[in-house]
Nanobody
């Protein structure tokens, strides 16, 4: 049974930083495609960043140069370092995992409960 638990959200002023964590259990974490998504009130969920088992990454244009996705396979943990935060980054952030190669087309079937990020 795959479980993902996010932490690290909070309230921050524009220009500030936060680091989100996603602790995984129940599977060989390193072999999965992993990603961060976000959903703001009244908006559709959008992909923020993804990282594959080989360490290759991809980012939404809106966060390129400000956010960094990383993983610690020994700790079964995914991270999202968010710098230069803007009010438009305010959303519920979710981590997710998928079986398969990120860039070959995957369906994220495992989701965390979300952590709120508010930028004022």
């Amino acid at each position: 049974h795959v479980q993902l638990v996010e932490s690290g959200g909070g309230s921050v002023q524009a220009g500030g930083s936060l680091r989100l964590s996603c602790a995984a259990s129940g599977y060989t974490y390193s072999s999965y495609c992993k990603g961060w998504f976000r959903q703001a009130p009244g908006k559709e969920r959008e992909g923020v960043a993804a990282i594959d088992s080989d360490g290759s990454t991809s980012y939404a244009d809106s966060v390129k140069g400000r956010f960094t996705i990383s993983q610690d396979n020994a700790k079964n943990t995914l991270y999202l370092q968010m710098n230069s935060l803007k009010p438009e980054d305010t959303a519920m952030y979710y981590c997710a995992a998928a079986i398969g190669y990120c860039w070959g087309g995957v369906t994220f079937g495992y989701w965390g409960q979300g952590t709120q990020v508010t930028v004022s």
